[in-house]
C-alpha cells in the first residue's frame, strides 16, 4: 500500500555523531514536512519543503539539515547531535490544493522515529 | 505566528460519558482546522477537518467538531466515549504563509477511557 514509510524506525546514538533519518513517499504529495514530538511540547515543526528543491524553516530548526533533491524523498539530518534532540521524529507529507497554488494543510503522517541520544 | 491552545491537558473519562475537547487559535483570517489523533503507540491520523461550509463537522469513529469563528475555537466532542477511544488527541490550524499552509499543532491532549 502506497504511503509515507520512515526509516530507521530506532535509533540510538551517541551525542556528537552525525544521524540521518529517511522518509519516503510514494504519493507524489507536493509537501512535505518533518515535526518531533515531545512530552508536553506536542508537535513542533523543524522543516518543510513545498517541491524538490525547496525547503523551510519551521519552529525548531537549529542542529538539524534537510535536503529535497527529488520529490519523494526527505531526510533529516542531525549534524552533531544532542541530548535534547532525543525526541520521536514523524515525518508528513501534503497534496497540493487543486483550487489554489498551496497546499490544503492536511497531513498524512509516517510512523515515526524514536530516536535517542546518549 | 499563530498559536493554538488545548486547555485540557489530561482527560480521564469512564466508558459512555460524554467528551469535550477545547481547542482555541489566535490567527484572525481564513483558517483550515484539524484534529488528528494518535493511538497508543502509531502515528498520528486525521479525525476530522473544517475548511468552509457547515460549521459543524462529522468525523470518523462518531467524533464531531464545531468551528465557532467569533470564539476562534474548534471543540471536539463526542457523545459517548469507549475505551478504544484512549489516545491523544491533537488540534491544529493551518497558518497561511506564501500561499503554503503550514499546520501548527496544540500540545495535545491524552484521553484515558475506561471500561
Known amino acids: 500500500d502506497a504511503g509515507i514509510t520512515q526509516s530507521p524506525r530506532y535509533k540510538i546514538t551517541e551525542t556528537g555523531r552525525q544521524v540521518t533519518l529517511m522518509c519516503h513517499q510514494t504519493w507524489s504529495h507536493s509537501y512535505m514536512f518533518w515535526y518531533r514530538q515531545d512530552l508536553g511540547h506536542g508537535l513542533r515543526l523543524i522543516y518543510y519543503?513545498?517541491?524538490?528543491?525547496?525547503?523551510d524553516k519551521g519552529e525548531v530548526p537549529d542542529g538539524y539539515v534537510v535536503s529535497r533533491s527529488k520529490t519523494e524523498n526527505f531526510p533529516l539530518t542531525l549534524e552533531s547531535a544532542t541530548r535534547s534532540q532525543t525526541s520521536v521524529y514523524f515525518c508528513?507529507?501534503?497534496?497540493?490544493?487543486?483550487?489554489?497554488?498551496?497546499?490544503?494543510?492536511?497531513?498524512?503522517f509516517g510512523e515515526g522515529s524514536r530516536l535517542t541520544v546518549l | 505566528a499563530q498559536s493554538v491552545s488545548q486547555h485540557n491537558h489530561h482527560v480521564i473519562l469512564s466508558e459512555a460519558a460524554s467528551l469535550e475537547l477545547g481547542c482555541n487559535y489566535s490567527?484572525?483570517?481564513?483558517?483550515?482546522l484539524f484534529w488528528y489523533v494518535q493511538y497508543p503507540g502509531q502515528h498520528l491520523q486525521l479525525l476530522l477537518k473544517?475548511?468552509?461550509?457547515?460549521?459543524l463537522v462529522k468525523g470518523i469513529k462518531g467524533f464531531e467538531a464545531e468551528f465557532i469563528k467569533s470564539k476562534f475555537s474548534f471543540n471536539l466532542r463526542k457523545p459517548s466515549v469507549q475505551w478504544s477511544d484512549t489516545a491523544e488527541y491533537f488540534c491544529?490550524?493551518?497558518?497561511?504563509?506564501?500561499?503554503?499552509?503550514?499546520?501548527?499543532f496544540g500540545r495535545g491532549t491524552s484521553l484515558i477511557v475506561h471500561p
Open positions: 519543503s513545498a517541491a524538490a528543491d525547496i525547503t
Open positions: 490567527y484572525g483570517g481564513t483558517v483550515n
Open positions: 473544517y475548511f468552509s461550509g457547515d460549521p
Open positions: 508528513a507529507s501534503s497534496h497540493r490544493d487543486a483550487g489554489t497554488s498551496g497546499n490544503t494543510g492536511e497531513l498524512f
Open positions: 491544529a490550524v493551518n497558518e497561511g504563509r506564501g500561499g503554503s499552509y503550514i499546520p501548527t
